[in-house]
T-cell receptor, first 117, second 115 residues
Framework: GAGVSQSPRYKVAKRGQDVALRCDPISGHVSLFWYQQALGQGPEFLTY????????KSGLPSDRFFAERPEGSVSTLKIQRTQQEDSAVYLCASSVPTSGGLTGELFFGEGSRLTVL | GENVEQHPSTLSVQEGDSAVIKCTYSDSASNYFPWYKQELGKGPQLIID?????GEKKDQRIAVTLNKTAKHFSLHITETQPEDSAVYFC??????????????FGTGTSLTVIP
């Protein structure tokens, strides 16, 4: 497809279960971001990849959160032993730098809504 | 780290009137300021952005102004239409792609345009 694709769109998990959220960025986009968006709030940064390298993971809230992008394209955000406070929409975005090396437009997927019971 | 504040949180305007949303930021290193529109159940979509080397940018009915000294930037929508109703987010970042830079988002403004 032409845009950023995320799956699943909706996920309900029991507390303590592990979940995996997938992001398929726009082809050729080297930069990939994960954001967490709580209800009524703005997106909060989780982690950033440039190709397969995870350059910044300072926003991951705990060691239960793990992200990877092994081949520099598809990325997976994994949450282990889910807690109720993990309930949120998880947004993935990709971008490509401008010719001058500046940050380009972020293209967001539609998000994965996680509900932890 | 960067702190972005956005006001108002909700805004209702009559169709055809103008809407203004304001944001402030704290980190003087930030130099890229995009605005996103988010419709229900969708991801945010870029509507306009500005870099710190300019003070104003306009695209049809949408304009953004930036005051680097005061560290604030604003979104202006003129001749509002019902389809402008959505949540709008401002953001700030360092704007250099290879620094692993973060985008810091405001808390959003829910705009309702009343027909």
């Amino acid at each position: 497809g032409a845009g950023v694709s995320q799956s699943p769109r909706y996920k309900v998990a029991k507390r303590g279960q592990d979940v995996a959220l997938r992001c398929d960025p726009i082809s050729g986009h080297v930069s990939l971001f994960w954001y967490q968006q709580a209800l009524g709030q703005g997106p909060e940064f989780l982690t950033y990849f440039q190709n397969e390298a995870q350059l910044d993971k300072s926003g991951l809230p705990s060691d239960r959160f793990f992200a990877e992008r092994p081949e520099g394209s598809v990325s997976t955000l994994k949450i282990q032993r889910t807690q109720q406070e993990d309930s949120a929409v998880y947004l993935c975005a990709s971008s490509v730098p401008t010719s001058g090396g500046l940050t380009g437009e972020l293209f967001f997927g539609e998000g994965s809504r996680l509900t932890v019971l | 780290g960067e702190n972005v504040e956005q006001h108002p949180s909700t805004l209702s305007v009559q169709e055809g009137d103008s809407a203004v949303i304001k944001c402030t930021y704290s980190d003087s290193a930030s130099n890229y300021f995009p605005w996103y529109k988010q419709e229900l159940g969708k991801g945010p979509q870029l509507i306009i952005d500005i870099r710190s080397n300019v003070g104003e940018k306009k695209d049809q009915r949408i304009a953004v102004t930036l005051n680097k000294t005061a560290k604030h930037f604003s979104l202006h929508i003129t001749e509002t239409q019902p389809e402008d109703s959505a949540v709008y987010f401002c953001a700030a970042s360092i704007g250099i792609s290879n620094t692993g830079n973060q985008f810091y988002f405001g808390t959003g403004t829910s705009l309702t345009v009343i027909p």
